[in-house]
């Protein structure tokens, strides 16, 4: 690997001398170290790289090509304005989790074995849980608890498919899975799709992403589900069932967006739904839709990253997170409603925004394919996008009621890194093609036609007027959302509850029984035992010996050596013999 250097784990490393910078110098590295990760991912060349053989199981730490090269990029890019996000943190332990984290995500990406692929895809979960734990307090301790439980279960599920597709394949390789899938498939496949948030394995996201730290909540946003999509992309592309669970999760999270009052937990229902985008579109398996896939997950990151930062902007100035205790904080933080919308209109698909090019890349897959449902229903769920997150939230955070908040804009660093994603949204909506040139596939599609764009902004304004005609109906409640979460919310209290209540009593009984009933018996008949033994059988064992003993002696004492005694001895035993002979014949 002389001519190759794994950006994961320059990040992994990179993240060993962390807690002993301090200052400028830390700063300084927190940014050298994504720096130098970028300059290695631009540098590869595709190719197979570390390969070895491990008990028989060949083992590639690294297996570069446009698929891979696409998703590194972007997460590379990714930690470098994460990290200027962060800069103003001082805990040294949320910046070596966030190197963990994306290090561990990079590893994924560039996996040509199994094996690897399951080290550092755990490796994700922990890191980024800490980013959870990070936060303190009991709501984000619980949700953390929450958060490992549902990964660790996903893990396991994943490391059962990989054992039972390796025994049924003979390799350890990492690609495209073949049909007819087996039992080890179909876990794999479960493994991706906990980590890509598909209801009703999607809880998790909604549940912890609102807990964690501002700075560890944009980290989470890019990462997890978008490492699911490159493994999807990687193994299962053309799997009729990913085009209708994508579908649903496109509808999805919208509909549950509409009920949130959490700003973070509204952008993290959104985040399932633009995942689902992804997931039909490798689902549906052709060039135009892998490329679409792979292109929105580039652009996903970004700006989903930036509005988890103008949200993180807003409760790191306020303290407040539920729309119905912000508003009015336009006058004092324009620059950070000026950064969001840019990020609202590119997650929208607005024309000349990021979302434009790479969303629509997808519906046009899917009317390519003749599915017009799949085509109509990722349309609705963009206009949902556009009601909730670039109309709904902006307007009760930052205009609506006047709460009289005392805010300021944020850091300057945090201001920078939103400044930096945003540019990158309005670059690419502008100039796709160099993100196109990034596609796994040569890209034969233009959107910027006149149709495509009229019918666009056609969605865009009827959505707009729809929330201005039904702007109190769509006024925040401060209510709770429940989700699939709920069930192993209260599973667990119900299992807590068995454990403490019937199975505690249940063992106490039998321990009382057992201590004044079973154990005085059992003590009782060791007792008798011990006497039988004593008094019976050693008395016959001991006699049976004794009587031996001296049988031996008395033999011992006839064999006199005189042969005269042995002649008497023989005659004796022969009359004895005529004597015995003559009694039975008579």
Request: include cysteine; glycine fraction near 10%.
């Amino acid at each position: 690997m002389t001519d190759f250097v794994h950006p994961g784990l320059l990040l992994i490393l990179g993240a060993l001398p962390i807690p002993f910078l301090k200052g400028a110098i830390r700063k300084a590295y927190l940014l050298l170290v994504p720096a130098l990760a970028i300059v290695a991912v631009l540098a590869m060349q595709p190719g197979s790289y570390g390969a070895a053989n491990i008990l028989g199981q060949d083992i590639l730490i690294a297996k570069i090509d446009k698929l891979s090269i696409v998703f590194a990029t972007v997460f590379t890019l990714m930690a470098l304005i994460g990290m200027v996000y962060a800069l103003h943190v001082t805990e040294a332990g949320q910046h070596v989790a966030a190197f963990v984290y994306v290090g561990c995500a990079l590893g994924v990406v560039f996996a040509g074995d199994y094996l690897t692929l399951y080290l550092f895809w755990e490796g994700m979960a922990f890191a980024s849980a800490y980013l959870v734990f990070a936060q303190g307090g009991g709501p984000a301790i619980r949700a953390g608890f929450r958060y490992l439980m549902v990964h660790v279960t996903g893990g396991l599920v994943l490391f059962g498919g990989i054992i039972l597709h390796g025994l049924g394949t003979g390799s350890m390789l990492f690609g495209p899975i073949e049909a007819p899938m087996g039992a080890g498939a179909y876990l794999i496949l479960a493994g991706f799709l906990l980590n890509a948030a598909v209801p009703p394995l999607n809880a998790w996201l909604t549940d912890a992403y609102p807990e964690a730290t501002v700075t560890g909540a944009v980290f989470m946003s890019a990462f997890t589900t978008k490492t699911a999509v490159y493994v999807l992309a990687r193994a299962y592309p053309g799997t009729e069932l990913l085009v209708w669970l994508g579908t649903v999760m496109a509808i999805y999270g919208v509909i549950y967006a509409v009920l949130e009052n959490d700003c973070r937990r509204l952008l993290a229902y959104h985040i399932v739904s633009q995942v689902g985008y992804m997931v039909a579109g490798i689902g549906i398996g052709t060039e135009l839709a892998v490329n679409g896939a792979a292109s929105h997950a580039f652009a996903h990151i970004l700006y989903k990253a930036l509005l988890f930062m103008g949200a993180g902007a807003v409760i790191y100035v306020t303290g407040r997170r539920k729309l119905t205790e912000l508003g009015g904080l336009y006058k004092a933080m324009p620059l950070t409603v000026a950064l969001y919308m840019v990020g609202a209109l590119a997650i929208s698909a607005f024309p000349f925004f990021s979302g434009f090019v790479t969303k629509s890349m997808v519906i046009a897959a899917a009317g390519a394919d003749h599915r017009a449902l799949v085509m109509l229903a990722l349309t609705m769920a963009s206009s949902g996008t556009f009601l909730h997150t670039g109309l709904k939230l902006p307007y009760y955070m930052f205009f609506g009621t006047d709460r009289k908040i005392q805010a300021r804009e944020p850091p300057r660093n945090m201001l920078v890194a939103m400044g930096m994603a945003a540019a990158l949204c309005i670059a690419i909506g502008v100039f796709p093609q160099p993100l196109y040139a990034l596609l796994p596939y040569p890209v034969d599609f233009q959107p910027y036609t006149g149709q495509h764009v009229t019918e666009s902004l056609g969605l865009l304004m009827f959505t707009a007027l729809g929330f201005v005609l039904f702007l109190k109906a769509l006024d925040p409640e401060n209510t709770i959302s429940l989700d699939t979460d709920w069930f192993y919310r209260k599973g667990a209290r119900a299992f807590m509850w068995l454990a403490e209540r019937p199975l505690a009593r249940y063992e106490q009984a039998v321990s009382n029984v057992s201590e004044t009933v079973v154990l005085p018996l059992m003590h009782g008949a060791a007792r008798t035992g011990l006497r039988i033994d004593l008094a019976g059988v050693d008395g016959v064992v001991n006699g049976v010996a004794r009587s031996i003993l001296r049988s031996g002696g008395a033999l011992r004492r006839l064999q006199t050596g005189v042969v005269t005694h042995y002649a008497l001895a023989m005659i004796a035993g022969v009359i004895t013999a005529v004597v015995v002979f003559a009694v039975v014949w008579r």
